[in-house]
């Protein structure tokens, strides 16, 4: 096991927030309250087991890299479920950008989530 200080802590972007309650209510909508429960927290025990003490563990986000970004890297943690996120050195974060069905258009998603925020 890693020392402590080599584990990074993760960190929920405000994008990451409203993603994360569009994504639930996508679920809802298809599963129903007590499987979109037990997905979300499913996500949340893979982040934190599998990405904390690995950040380096995804690769780069392929569909943010077809939009010009390049530093930020794309977990799968289902079958059709993931999380983009970027690496904060500096504060040994990993910050979580956005959560999303891997079906979905991720433009589209970050074109909605900005009219949200604005």
Do not use: C, W
């Not at 087991?49 to 530093?71: K, M």
């Not at 930020?72 to 990993?94: A, G, S």
């Amino acid at each position: 096991m890693k020392p402590s200080n080599s584990t990074f802590k993760l960190a929920a972007s405000p994008v990451f927030r409203i993603t994360l309650q569009r994504f639930k209510a996508f679920l809802n909508a298809r599963l129903g309250d007590e499987s979109t429960t037990r997905v979300v927290e499913n996500i949340k025990s893979r982040l934190k087991e599998d990405l904390e003490p690995n950040p380096y563990l995804a690769p780069i986000s392929e569909r943010l890299l077809a939009l010009g970004l390049n530093e930020y890297r794309q977990f799968m943690t289902d079958e059709h479920n993931l999380v983009i996120y970027r690496v904060d050195e500096l504060q040994h974060e990993i910050v979580l950008l956005l959560i999303m069905d891997s079906r979905q258009s991720i433009r589209k998603l970050l074109f909605e989530v900005n009219l949200l925020m604005n």
